[in-house]
């Protein structure tokens, strides 16, 4: 099966939810096709970062979804037919869903079986299990004893720091009720190791401000960094004027979506007053040093 965007578009649209497509890069690879946002229940809602493959996705690709969770605190998926239709897979940190998958997610189904390169494991509620564990009076020894496994084990389980195989995860259930299984989404915790691969001076000057800086390299946003109390995407204009408007364009519909402060890098004054004309905040190759103000530097 090929999966293509307007697949997904079509679920979305059956569901009612609203998206934004981001169609930059037109003809390479492209980490990021959709934004959705997505509520379960009485749960806040929550931004799905969605790319959709039908071929094999590359590492460049899942670093940059992986990144751009994290910061945004967002939730990284992948639509692929490399799973089965309930099974989630993990790719460092990035969820891979197939596109039934995807569906009962969105009609407020668990999915809560993902496969890795060590096995099959069941995501669980480690605040469920705190919780029952008090109530029923039980320790982490008693629970231990009960499953087989270590007292270590246990504390990693209440931590949210592991998750069990479908042998633990039936006799958890057996112990405290269904409650205690989990979803891969809703119990989802990104890396906080992002990456930065680009040498440019603006990386510099937001690391010497406190920011946390990752570099994007399959969207329009080039740049994402966030501290305590700003969160801000930036985009290198590119040299061909109109893949440039497009990027502009597209980068600014993600920090729209994300209520991001956007900043535009251009190497021509000319254009940089055009774009300022346009509303965006610009600011000149050569003149980065006026950036520490914008973000509270002296």
């Known amino acids: ?61 899942i670093t940059d979804l992986k990144n751009f969770s994290y910061l945004t605190q967002s939730i990284p998926l992948i639509i692929t037919d490399e799973t089965e239709e309930d099974i989630a897979i993990e790719k460092d940190k990035v969820i891979g869903l197939s596109l039934f998958g995807f569906e009962r997610l969105l009609k407020g189904d668990k999915i809560f079986v993902y496969r890795t390169r060590g096995g099959m494991f069941v995501r669980i509620r480690p605040e469920v299990l705190r919780q029952k ?64 691969d680009k040498d440019h001076k603006v990386i510099n000057i937001l690391e010497s401000k406190g920011f946390k800086v990752a570099t994007l390299k399959f969207t329009a946003v080039d740049i994402i960094a966030s501290n305590n109390s700003k969160k801000l995407i930036i985009t290198i204009e590119s040299r061909n004027p109109d893949n440039s408007i497009k990027k502009i364009q597209e980068a600014s519909k993600i920090a729209e979506e994300f209520n991001l402060n956007m900043i535009v890098i251009s190497k021509s004054s000319s254009r940089a007053k055009e774009l300022e004309k346009d509303g965006f905040k610009v600011y000149l190759d050569q003149n980065l040093d006026e950036l520490k103000y914008e973000i509270g530097g002296d």
């Open 1 to 61: 099966m090929t999966i293509r965007v307007n697949d997904v578009i079509r679920i979305l649209e059956d569901e009612g939810l609203n998206y934004t497509i981001i169609n930059y890069p037109e003809k390479n690879k492209k980490s990021i096709d959709i934004i959705v946002e997505f509520k379960r229940g009485s749960q806040e809602k929550k931004k799905l970062v969605v790319k959709t493959s039908s071929d094999k996705i590359g590492k460049d690709e």
């Open 133 to 196: 564990m008090r109530e029923m009076n039980y320790s982490m020894g008693d629970v231990a004893k009960m499953l087989g496994v270590s007292r270590k084990t246990i504390y990693d389980y209440e931590n949210g720091d592991s998750d069990v195989s479908i042998e633990i995860a039936e006799k958890l259930i057996d112990i405290f009720g269904p409650e205690i299984i989990g979803d891969v989404c809703e119990t989802y915790q990104a890396d906080d190791k992002v990456s930065v």
